[in-house]
C-alpha cells in the first residue's frame, strides 16, 4: 500500500514556464513533507520543506503548497530552467507521532525543462 | 566539503558471496540510514541508526546488516546476497532534531547480484 504517491512519471516544460509536481498521500499520520532532488549518478539533495501546519512555503523559484483536507501537496518551479532537469521526490513524516525520522518517498516524477 | 561517500559506487557479485557497503559522513551527524530504491518502488528505508551503538530496522530489512561502533560510519552488511538484492543503494545522515528529515545523501551504489 502506497502512502505517497506521485501519479506523474514524468513531465515535460518550457525553459521559463512554471512546472507544478503533483503528489498525494493517504497517511493522515504525516505532518510534514519535503521535496528532494535527484541528478542521474547523484544522491538525493534536499531541497524544500513544509509542516502541516502551513499551506505554502517558498524559497526563491520553489513554492510547495499543502491542502491537508485533500492531502495533496504540489511543487512549482517558476521559471523553469534547464538544470531544473531531474527526478523530484515526494517524501513525508509523522513528526509528531515519534516517526524515529523516517521518510517515506513516493516513487519520483522526472521533469524535462526545454530550451 | 561536506559530504556523505560510499564505497564501492558499483558492484557485481554472485549469489552467496559476503559482501560490504560502506558509507561515511564528515558532518558529525548523530542520524545514519540506508535506503533502496527500485524501479516503480522509489526509495524505501533498510536500516537507520539514531547515535553510536543505536540500529534498528527499517522498511526492508530482511537480508541486511547493519553496524554503528563509530559515529561517522554506517556500512551496510549482506551475510549472503541474493537476486532479489540488485538495487541502487543510497546511504543519508542528518542531525537529530528538526533538521532530520533533511537527509544528505551519498551518491549511490550500484549493486548487482547474479
Given amino acids: 500500500d502506497q502512502q505517497v504517491k506521485q501519479n506523474s512519471p514524468s513531465?515535460?516544460?518550457?525553459?521559463?514556464?512554471?512546472?507544478?509536481?503533483?503528489c498525494d498521500y493517504t497517511n493522515s499520520m504525516f505532518d510534514y513533507f519535503l521535496w528532494y532532488k535527484k541528478y542521474p549518478a547523484e544522491g538525493p539533495t534536499f531541497l524544500i520543506s513544509i509542516s502541516s501546519i502551513k499551506d505554502k512555503n517558498e524559497d526563491g523559484r520553489f513554492t510547495v503548497f499543502l491542502n491537508k483536507s485533500a492531502k495533496h501537496l504540489s511543487l512549482h518551479i517558476v521559471p523553469s530552467q534547464p538544470g531544473d532537469s531531474a527526478v523530484y521526490f515526494c517524501a513525508a513524516s509523522a513528526r509528531s507521532g515519534g516517526s524515529n525520522y523516517k521518510l517515506t518517498f513516493g516513487k519520483g516524477t522526472l521533469l524535462t525543462v526545454n530550451p | 566539503e561536506a559530504q556523505v561517500t560510499q564505497n564501492p559506487r558499483y558492484l557485481i557479485t554472485v549469489t552467496g558471496k559476503k559482501l560490504t557497503v560502506t558509507c561515511s559522513q564528515n558532518m558529525n551527524h548523530e542520524y545514519m540510514s540506508w535506503y533502496r530504491q527500485d524501479p516503480g518502488l522509489g526509495l524505501r528505508q533498510i536500516y537507520y541508526s539514531m547515535n553510536v551503538e543505536v540500529t534498528d530496522k527499517g522498511d526492508v530489512p530482511e537480508g541486511y546488516k547493519v553496524s554503528r561502533k563509530e559515529?561517522?560510519?554506517?556500512?551496510?552488511?549482506?551475510?549472503?546476497?541474493?537476486?532479489?538484492?540488485?538495487?541502487l543503494y543510497f546511504c543519508a545522515s542528518s542531525f537529530l532534531g528538526r533538521e532530520a528529515y533533511e537527509q544528505y545523501f551519498g551518491p549511490g551504489t550500484r549493486l548487482t547480484v547474479t
Fill in chain 1, 11 to 22: 513531465l515535460s516544460v518550457q525553459e521559463g514556464r512554471i512546472s507544478i509536481l503533483n
Fill in chain 2, 71 to 87: 559515529k561517522r560510519n554506517f556500512p551496510l552488511i549482506l551475510e549472503s546476497p541474493s537476486p532479489n538484492q540488485t538495487s
